[in-house]
């Protein structure tokens, strides 16, 4: 009779018969083309899942499928659209998938928002409950563009394994790296983020950078890389709005790349004003998951997005510092 082997699965230990990587996927009861692994600190490629014998003491991280979305549309796309790495999209709102209640929220949000990409987070999959619903039950990412991201990554290291597992799970190179310097403030953390983009340009990921509200480090990030700047509007979930609109406006007018604001919109009017710099889009999710009706707030970041674009392309009156009245002086009664 064959000794089960000893296994740390998701940093639980796990008592197997399988001989393979795919055998214990199987067994686990997930089907081996839909996760990524990282046994023993390396990707597994998923093609040689069947042919990596286990042996006894093996480590195995086994993450959610994160791929999706072509970004190819048909030719008649508006003369507004917007470019990124090669993938063009007319909605220039980007939201987050989590706090929601569940993911039927989730989902009606995004279609209420219009949104063509969602930030998703690349997490360890349950192995002791398998059959659990996951985002793509809801929300398809042959409609929606997946942006797999870092969230929760404190070194480059982390955020450049994450990615890799993301890439071997889905098999697209479009995401989100952010890097952050600390739990409280969750602010970024420009030299690990800097380094990080820089590895993961040259293994041919197409990063989309949370980076912090300067003019230099935008630059920075930009030239090792970087396929859009994202700086923050006001720290991650605090609703703030933006906070240093000169600093935002210098990244705007410096960068060869879309600029998006990410983090701190908080309503309507954060988003409007974002657009109305220039930026090429938002990102935002407690602003729409925490709001008291979800679905009403997605329309209304939508709405507030298209208003900010359109008065930024009509180009606002100048600023006086005296009144100026609207009716002609002359021929006063």
């Known amino acids: 009779m064959t000794q089960p082997l000893s296994l740390t699965v998701n940093g639980d230990p796990r008592q197997t018969t399988a001989s393979t990587i795919a055998d214990l996927v199987r067994e686990i009861g997930l089907a081996p083309e839909k996760v990524a692994v990282e046994h023993n600190g390396a990707i597994a490629p998923r093609s040689q899942l069947g042919a990596i014998a286990l042996t006894d003491g093996d480590r195995l991280e086994i993450v959610h499928f994160v791929g999706g979305g072509s970004g190819e549309h048909d030719d008649s ?12 999209f007319t909605s220039r709102l980007i939201v987050g998938t989590g706090k929601y209640k569940d993911f039927a929220q989730n989902a009606a949000a995004v279609d209420a928002s219009g949104a063509q990409i969602v930030t998703v987070a690349v997490r360890r999959v349950n192995v002791t409950d398998p059959g659990q619903p996951v985002l793509m039950d809801y929300i398809d990412p042959k409609k929606i563009t997946y942006l797999p991201n870092t969230a929760g990554c404190f070194t480059a290291e982390d955020a450049i394994r994450t990615l890799r597992l993301a890439r071997e799970a889905g098999g697209w190179d479009l995401v989100k790296l952010e890097v952050l310097g600390e739990a409280k403030t969750l602010y970024p953390n420009m030299v690990e983020t800097i380094r990080a983009c820089e590895v993961l340009a040259k293994e041919g990921f197409k990063p989309m950078v949370y980076c912090t509200d300067d003019p230099i480090a935008a630059k920075q990030l930009e030239d090792v890389g970087a396929v859009a700047i994202m700086p923050l509007g006001a720290p991650i979930g605090s609703g703030l709005g933006i906070q240093n609109q000169v600093t935002i406006r210098l990244i705007v007018e410096g960068a060869n790349v879309p600029v998006l604001v990410d983090a701190g919109v908080g ?15 938002v990102l935002m999710n407690t602003a729409i998951a925490e709001a008291k009706d979800p679905i009403r707030m997605a329309r209304a970041m939508k709405l507030a997005v298209e208003a900010g674009r359109e008065a930024y392309m009509a180009g606002r009156m100048g600023r006086r510092k005296y009144a100026d009245p609207s009716s002609p002086l002359a021929g006063l009664i």
């Open 77 to 88: 796309w508006p003369t507004d659209s917007w470019e990124v790495a090669g993938h063009r």
């Open 267 to 281: 309503t309507a009017s954060d988003a409007a004003v974002a657009m109305e710099l220039g930026c090429d889009g």
